[in-house]
């Protein structure tokens, strides 16, 4: 076991790529071993050889179509409609398009890339300072990722054997509770640190903004309804529903808002193309390190060991949160999935936990590791886009960290915030 997560780490540091961290940890074990490497082979495509597994570039191309043809902007302005008003809107907007763009894409780096284009350059105009702007977009982009439909929920029902249509139900309030406390945080920062200074406005003419942005915004506002709808009425399944978001978007983008051009749109599929490939290549290589884990009894070394020094649930969440908090600082949230929740999902059921509750447990930590260095990807995506340096956004990263972990204890320890909708 120290020789295959030493051999991890070293490469790691040495920034090769995960998918390829993976591949070689794995197939070097197995040489050692004399297992003959067509093992590791079989596992690779074999673990993406899923139906379920095919949502994934789907929703990547769903959430490029509607940041490419207008339907993100439109969500933007319901969204500012909606909040825009009191001190601290335009980010707490930010958030909020997140939640609404969330429910098509599926992944916080298109959540983050879409949104941080279009409200970072806003919020610096009306006066936020850039790095604030920068670490609210990195830190609510994480929404991808926990709102359904979420690229995680299906790679862990896949991995564990749960109902990826019952986790994304599961998913409904821990995305509403991280939204709602990002907002929350956002606006307090902005009257303390005296901010986004706002017209005032009467109730009338905020009613009259808010059903002209809901008009403006009907269509895009009918994608996450027709797929999350279909998925909960049982009409199509979640992979059925990224194909439907897609002919959607495409519909919406080219004969209703226009904006789509066929230049556009191969640019489009070739982009989704590439970060597809990227995502499969690192669940298929985390398959084969999980083969080599199995093979070595590792998760059976692993759980009886936490078996042996932890007496509690409440003992293990608290162990699992940190274990969970660190490895999403160093890897990948589909690969600590596809290698973790094999062996950490038996032991929670050996304490009592359930596994579409301790799903959220995982995900909403791994999700954390996306706005942290060095793998953190939102917030290489946010920086990049605001022409800024890690280091000078580390004050208001920190604000934010500290709000998305406190959601992540709630929901670890508060079993009702997932489990409401399925009881």
Not at 44 to 53: H, I, P, T
Not at 191 to 197: G, I, L, P, S
Not at 289 to 299: A, D, K, S
Request: with cysteine; charged share 5%.
């Amino acid at each position: 076991m120290v020789q295959l997560v030493g051999g991890l780490l070293a490469l790691f540091l040495l920034s090769v790529p995960i998918a390829v961290s993976l591949g070689i940890v794995a197939f070097a074990t197995l040489h050692s071993g004399g297992i003959p490497l067509v093992a590791a082979v079989q596992t690779v495509f074999e673990s993406m050889d899923s139906f379920s597994l095919m949502a994934v570039p789907f929703y990547i191309i769903a959430g490029s179509i509607m940041q490419a043809g207008g339907i993100s902007a439109r969500l933007l302005a319901l969204a500012n409609a909606i909040v825009g008003w009191v001190r601290g809107g335009l980010g707490a907007s930010a958030t909020l398009t997140s939640m609404f763009f969330a429910t098509i894409s599926g992944s916080s780096s298109a959540t983050t890339a879409a949104i941080g284009t279009i409200t970072i350059p806003a919020m610096v105009k009306k006066g936020y300072p850039r790095p604030f702007a920068t670490a609210v977009v990195a830190a609510s982009g994480e929404l991808g990722v926990v709102i359904p439909p979420s690229l995680p929920m299906i790679i862990y029902g896949l991995v564990i054997g749960v109902s990826v249509s019952d986790l994304f139900i599961a998913g409904i309030l821990p995305g509403i509770l991280i939204g709602c406390s990002l907002i929350l945080g956002t606006v307090i920062a902005a009257h303390w640190w005296q901010f986004d200074e706002v017209e005032q406005i009467t109730p009338r003419q905020w009613l009259g903004n808010l059903l002209g942005a809901f008009k403006a915004s009907g269509w895009a506002l009918m994608m996450p309804v027709i797929i999350l709808g279909g998925i909960y009425t049982g009409m199509f399944t979640p992979t059925e529903a990224a194909v439907v978001a897609i002919v959607y978007g495409l519909f919406v983008s080219v004969f209703i808002y226009r904006q789509l051009t066929l230049r556009m749109a191969v640019d489009v599929f070739i982009r989704s193309a590439v970060m597809s490939g990227g995502l499969l290549l690192i669940v298929g290589f985390a398959s084969a390190f999980g083969f080599v884990l199995t093979l070595n009894e590792i998760p059976h070394q692993v759980g009886a060991w936490i078996t042996s020094v932890v007496g509690s649930a409440v003992g293990f969440l608290l162990l699992v949160n940190v274990l969970l908090l660190v490895v999403g600082l160093f890897m990948e949230t589909l690969a600590a999935i596809i290698i973790l929740a094999p062996i950490l999902a038996p032991i929670a059921l050996q304490y009592g936990v359930d596994p579409l509750h301790f799903a959220f447990i995982m995900i909403v930590n791994l999700a954390v590791g996306m706005v942290t260095p060095p793998v953190g990807v939102n917030l290489f995506i946010a920086c990049e886009i605001a022409g800024l340096r890690i280091d000078q956004i580390v004050k208001w990263l920190i604000y934010f960290l500290a709000i998305l972990i406190l959601d992540v204890l709630f929901i670890s320890f508060i079993p009702g915030i997932s489990m409401f909708f399925l009881r």
